[in-house]
């Protein structure tokens, strides 16, 4: 009787957890994608890579930066890198370059602007007053002689003269950020560097307008989709989009596989339903379907790396950026496996 009982135990206990898994939205593993578009590329260092540009869309020269004041151009299309060094009285944390044709920005930590007119070829330091708020943490090249820069305490400044002088876009800052982004329409969304609230700005607003999380899951990332809406990644592998472009109207939440305990770092469209995360390690998931249902990537797992940075430049050109010098490229949906 009592060997009965327990099994009776056991196996509500195992129905009980097949329903909730069933309510999280998710599979406990995944399927494996049929194929593998990425490849590992070799770039001459252990330093982090932070940001990747290219010229143009259609152009093989691109440049990525990182910790160590690290700077490497392409001139392939990203197949191989060259370290170039700059004179420097140390060795910045460039995080985040740009072009806009021949002309390019990048910036870093502690504070320090650079700026191109030549692809690269030279590059000039752009004084910064000292009362900056916070330090540089994002530039977008917006056309001849224009830019706009973010700090890390969320400051939004333009320049429409090379950097000569610079307009302040919101009348305070946010605080501290996790991660800011821009979409093509000039929007920004921000996590906190807690990641308990985040806050959004558009063109023409004087301040950042904060929001509260929805759910008790703390904000790892946040980014704009290809159709203006927001999406975010939380803690334990959550996935959510916005239903409409409102920022405080959102669908179900989704955890892929929550079997696994990795988070996910980033995300980024390379089609208007192709959908690629990158998580720690190594971990890359796939939707065809702008979301809905989710692949594995498993071609990649093997990568010692924690992937956290994806970016497109249209798209047959991609790149993914991993710790200590790791970079992926995209190669095509059927010849890389």
């Known amino acids: 009787m009592r060997r009965a009982t327990s099994f009776l135990q056991k196996f509500l206990g195992i129905v009980a957890i097949a329903i909730l898994c069933v309510g999280c939205g998710g599979n406990a593993f995944l399927p494996s994608t049929p194929f593998n578009p990425w490849k590992v590329v070799s770039v001459p260092t252990d330093s982090n890579l932070l940001d990747l540009a290219f010229v143009s869309e259609r152009s093989p020269h691109g440049w990525v930066v990182g910790t160590s004041a690290s700077l490497y151009e392409t001139t392939d299309g ?48 752009i004084p910064l007053s000292e009362k900056l708020p916070g330090a540089p943490n994002t530039v977008e090249a917006l056309g001849s002689q224009a830019a706009e820069m973010t700090t890390d305490i969320g400051a939004i400044y333009r320049t429409a003269d090379g950097g000569k002088t610079w307009k302040a876009m919101v009348e305070e800052a946010v605080g501290v950020v996790r991660n800011i982004a821009r979409s093509p329409n000039g929007e920004y969304v921000a996590v906190s560097a807690r990641g308990n609230f985040y806050s959004t700005w558009q063109p023409g607003q004087e301040a950042w307008q904060p929001h509260n999380r929805n759910s008790s899951r703390r904000l790892q990332n946040m980014g704009f989709t290809n159709d203006g809406r927001l999406w975010l990644l939380a803690r334990g592998g959550i996935i959510q989009f916005a239903a409409v472009e409102d920022p405080e109207t959102w669908g179900d939440s989704v955890n892929p596989e929550f079997s696994t305990s990795w988070g996910l770092l980033d995300l980024a469209y390379r089609t208007p339903n192709e959908v690629w995360v990158a998580g720690g ?34 798209t047959e050109k991609g790149f993914i950026i991993g710790q200590q010098g790791t970079l992926l490229k995209y190669v095509s949906g059927m010849e890389a496996a």
Request: charged content about 30%; cysteine-free; overall charge negative.
């Open 281 to 314: 390690s190594g971990n890359l998931l796939l939707s065809q379907d702008g979301g809905k249902t989710w692949e594995k990537d498993r071609f990649v797992e093997d990568v010692p790396s924690n992937l956290y940075r994806i970016k497109f430049f249209g």
């Open 78 to 125: 990203g197949e191989t890198w060259e370290e170039r060094t700059l004179d420097l009285d140390q060795p910045y944390r460039f995080t985040s370059v740009s072009f806009s044709g021949k002309e390019g920005w990048i910036v870093g930590q502690p504070s320090i602007l650079l700026h191109t007119d030549d692809e690269g070829k030279s590059w000039s330091r």
